[in-house]
């Protein structure tokens, strides 16, 4: 090849253009190639994997330098800023027209060469501040980009414009759109945000009030790509706006965690999933961090030690939220790759939705999306057949939040349907080996069509036995009830990996109608809306319900009082039981088992007392059973009204599982006509296999008999000559 | 942009926070504000009188603190005379002149014909004086073009200095005086508005 590799002492310069200080320095590598053109390749490919040459800090892409810069430790901004910052800062906060007057020209020249040629001046007492400041200036001015780079200025502008008419809203727009730039940009900007707000604090004294920090500033940092004067003049206004914007706002405007307040739009104006999801907003901002470790650590630690550590750290925060599981090689490749953890962390599925809503939105549906929990998401997924075990991580929280959400909207019944839930999850374990064709607890865990299979045979029919008993044997179903609640606290921690299969399944079922049935809402919520709406409804009705029992309750009382005076104690007895196990109905979910267990003795508690009070007054004892025999009938006749409001909304779940699984049914006939389809044309394959066997055979027969027969007349004719 | 024969086109060109706008400002509206705000650029508009008739007198009041190279070039390629400010507290901001200075011959090719005011302001502010009136005198020499010192606050020398401006020009015969119809308007930001609604 013609490549010689040897170690040089000696500098030669030949074919190699602008790596002076690679080539100066002793025992570089020294390669001999055998045309200029060739050496050229060498060295360009060279340059692209080996290392990064230095040529300079001004006028070079923001991201090389930070990247170059490294092997001084870890920085969020390139040197040359720091320095002049930091000298800034230190002597000059209060020079009058800081960033507008001029600094000395020849002096900016000279440290800016001095910077390009690898060295750091050192700013000294002589060092007048306007030069530094101008230094910096010139920084930004030369990056061959602007910080706000030129494909982000359109968008920039456009917020500037709408300021004035949302601030709030717009300055959670204006923040995103600052997220969303490469990081390095990103920081460079925070940084130089921070520190003018700095200087701005001073500005009784340097007389450079945010306002005009923004004027002198705006344009170093905002800037069109287009070099026309009607584009910069155009742009001056907005830059001016948006750059004491960014001044004034730095710390909301830069915060990691976005302030909910301010940055989330009006919830009515988006499509209800990413309402309904609130509960799931939370745990967002700890997963911007965990999205943009480069911001984070270098922001949160400036003090930070080596690279080493910082790798290692990030790899611990990932770690750490392993529940999002997620991407960490992307995430460490990514400091590698100068793009926006967002661009390469936006998760297929949500972007089809975050579509719809304006670009503003994305990082919020980003949000929801990358942790996981978002019922769509989970949906999506599902319906590819094949939750991996990420997604069922994440799903299996899931389950929770959204059985508190019940217990909250629907006191009464939650019970019951959540030891239905429950219970069906525990039972789809005890229905599988009794239907012991359906598979193994294995495959419910992996796909969903055999929880399908568990659900629509063996668990399903489960549950409407526990419906039906609980419907019709009133007397049983408060144990009963009781038992599915002691089945949901005890488990409530078993329940996850198994309730959660129940529960995306049942998520899904109106996903794979939500052509026919309800097409109108839209798959994810239909669910919910549809357990969550029957149930507020029950929930008010009860309430009311109870509301008109307990006023029943105490106008019975009363006229008990009335009847008979002395009888304090025997009220006493029964104050505490009815409006208390009323009370404690409608506000705890769980106490309604124990209320419904202790009514019963309550009467033998009663009759406690009675032999005492024998020869007092039977009327009074008379009425009070009665009236206590009326209590009954009135909790068993709303007990009766709740359980059969139960059941309907029951029986609707039940009518959606039935309509999945005549879908199923569809499905698997749909799979076993095609089954029968293949092995007709297996059976069809074998045959013609054979066939063509049989034909070779019977060829190979007869060339055996052609040759041998060729062969005997050429003996023949070989014996005849 | 169609040339508007009309149209005097005065640009105004120095260093941040020497008195640019106050100068200006000073002229066309006989006012000095004390406060201290940097201009990103604006345009004042004055009728004088110009051949034995009317035009527009249109000062350029450009930036300071950052420079565009090509709204520099623009304005110099449109503009028919300079003003040159420095302030005399200031030797930082003559030696900004000079970059653009030699932009200015750069791009008109000679400055013979075109008449430049090195402007040395804060002429009231002695006793931080950082620049000699002969300094001043002498870079106006090697530059060809005229000198004088001036304050905004003060308004000494100020429509003296306008005045002098339109006398070095030779094509035309222009004076600020016409017969005291003098009409100061101002239509400052009217440009940026009408850019901005182009975006």
């Known amino acids: 090849m013609g490549l010689s590799c040897f170690k040089s002492w000696k500098h030669d310069s030949t074919g190699h253009k602008g790596n002076r ?45 930070v990247l170059y810069e490294r092997r001084y430790g870890v920085r969020l901004v390139p040197l040359v800023v720091e320095q002049c910052v930091n000298f800034i800062r230190e002597r000059g906060l209060h020079e009058v027209g800081l960033f507008r007057q001029p600094g000395q020209a020849s002096l900016v020249k000279e440290l800016q060469e001095a910077f390009d040629a690898g060295e750091r001046p050192s700013f000294d007492s002589s060092t007048d501040v306007h030069t530094v400041a101008s230094l910096l200036k010139l920084y930004l001015r030369q990056l061959p980009e602007p910080l706000v780079p030129y494909r982000r200025y359109q968008d920039f502008l456009l917020c500037g414009q709408k300021l004035s008419s949302d601030r709030t809203l717009v300055l959670g727009e204006l923040r995103n759109l600052l997220h969303e730039l490469p990081v390095a940009n990103f920081n460079l900007l925070n940084f130089i945000c921070q520190f003018l707000n700095e200087v701005q604090s001073f500005s009784s004294s340097n007389k450079m009030s945010g306002q005009n920090l923004a004027t002198v500033f705006g344009p170093n940092i905002l800037r069109a790509k287009a070099e026309d004067p009607q584009s910069i ?70 003090g930070q030690p080596g690279a080493d550590e910082q790798n290692s750290s990030c790899i611990y925060t990932a770690a750490a939220k392993s529940d999002v599981s997620f991407g960490r090689k ?52 599902a319906s590819t057949n094949s939750l991996e075990l990420q997604d069922q991580l994440p799903d299996s929280s899931k389950p929770r939040p959204m059985l508190m959400g019940w217990a909250k909207a629907w006191p009464g019944p939650t019970e019951a349907s959540a030891g239905f839930w429950s219970s069906g999850a525990a039972e789809e374990e005890g229905a599988v080996p009794r239907t012991a064709s359906e598979g193994s607890s294995e495959a419910q865990e992996d796909s969903n069509l055999s929880a399908y299979d568990n659900l629509d045979k063996g668990s399903l029919r489960q549950r409407m036995e526990d419906v039906s008993g609980g419907h ?86 009363d006229v008990d009082d009335d009847y008979n005076e002395d009888d304090d104690d025997g009220d ?137 027969r060729g062969g005997d007349e050429g003996g023949r004719g070989g014996a005849s000559l | ?67 565009f190279p090509a709204m520099q070039r623009l304005s110099i390629s ?18 900004e002149l000079k970059p653009i200075y030699q932009q200015v011959l750069a791009i008109k090719g000679t400055v013979e014909s075109i008449p430049i005011m090195l402007v040395g302001n804060k002429s009231d502010e002695t006793a931080q004086r950082e620049v000699e009136a002969k300094e001043a005198e002498a870079q106006a020499t090697a530059w060809k073009c005229a000198f004088m010192e001036t304050s905004a606050k003060t308004n000494s020398n100020v429509k003296e200095l306008f005045q002098e401006l339109l006398s070095l020009e030779k094509k035309r015969d222009m004076s600020l005086s016409i017969d005291g119809k003098r009409s100061g308007k101002q239509k400052r930001a009217d440009k940026l508005k009408g850019k901005c609604s182009i975006m």
């Not at chain 1, 995430?331 to 939705?353: A, D, I, K, M, V």
């Not at chain 1, 995306?504 to 669910?527: N, R, Y």
Request: contains cysteine.
């Open chain 1, 233 to 302: 003049m155009g742009g001056a206004v907005l830059v001016q706006v948006l750059m004491l914007e960014l001044i004034r706002e730095h710390e909301s405007l830069f915060a990691k965690i976005p302030p909910l307040i301010s940055a989330r739009p009006p919830g009515g104006s988006h499509a209800s999933p990413s309402a309904l999801r609130q509960p799931h907003l939370h745990p967002s901002p700890c997963l911007r961090q965990l999205s943009m470790p480069l911001i984070v650590e270098r922001s949160g630690e400036p």
């Open chain 1, 572 to 708: 006493n007895v029964h104050h505490p039981t009815s409006p208390a196990s009323c009370s404690v109905l409608s506000d705890s979910p769980l106490s309604t088992g124990s209320s419904e267990v202790f009514l019963p003795s309550g009467p033998p508690d009663l009759q406690g007392p009675e032999p005492d009070s024998q020869p007092r007054d039977t009327h009074s004892l008379l009425a009070e059973l009665r009236q206590q025999m009326a209590q009954q009938k009135a909790e068993y006749q709303a007990r009766i009204q709740r359980l059969e409001r139960c059941n309907d909304v029951l029986e609707r779940q039940v009518a959606v599982l039935r309509l999945s699984l005549e879908q199923q049914k569809c499905s698997r006939s749909v799979a076993e006509i095609k089954i029968r389809n293949m092995e007709q044309a297996k059976a069809d394959a074998d045959f013609r296999n054979n066939t063509l066997q049989r034909e070779m055979e019977l060829f190979f027969q007869m060339h055996g008999d052609i040759k041998r």
């Open chain 1, 330 to 381: 992307r995430l460490l490749g990514h400091r590698y790759t100068s793009s926006h953890p967002e661009n390469c962390f936006y998760p297929l599925p949500s972007s089809s939705q975050p579509l719809q809503h304006h670009s503003d939105r994305h990082n919020m549906d980003y949000h929801q999306y990358h942790m996981g929990q978002g019922p769509s998401s989970a949906n999506v997924q």
């Open chain 1, 472 to 557: 019709f044997e009133t007397n049983d179903s408060g144990g009963h009830i009781g038992m599915c609640e002691e089945q949901v606290e005890v488990e409530e921690e078993g329940q996850t990996r198994d309730s959660s299969s129940s529960w995306s399944s049942c998520e899904i079922l109106p996903l794979d109608e939500s052509s026919d049935a309800l097409g109108a809402v839209s798959p994810d919520v239909s669910p919910k809306r549809l357990k969550r709406l029957p149930s507020s409804q029950v929930a008010e009705e009860e309430n009311s319900d109870n509301d008109d029992h307990e006023d029943n309750n105490e106008n019975d009382e």
């Open chain 1, 21 to 65: 200080d690679v080539l100066a320095s002793p025992g570089s590598y020294f390669f001999l190639s055998n045309s200029a053109g060739q050496g050229d390749e060498w060295l360009k490919s060279l340059n692209k994997g080996v290392w990064i040459p230095f040529t300079g800090v001004f006028g070079q892409r923001l991201e090389e330098t």
């Open chain 2, 1 to 67: 942009m169609p040339e508007q024969s009309n149209d005097y086109r005065v640009v105004v060109f120095g260093a941040g926070g020497v008195g640019k706008s106050s100068l200006v400002l000073r002229f066309v509206k006989g006012t000095f504000r004390d406060t201290y705000i940097p201009t990103v650029e604006d345009t004042y508009r004055q009728v004088i009188s110009c051949d034995k008739s009317v035009c527009t007198l249109q000062i350029t009041d450009t930036t300071g603190s950052h420079q």
């Open chain 2, 78 to 95: 449109k503009g028919h005379a300079f003003i040159l400010v420095f302030s005399i507290t200031s030797r930082q901001s003559l030696e």
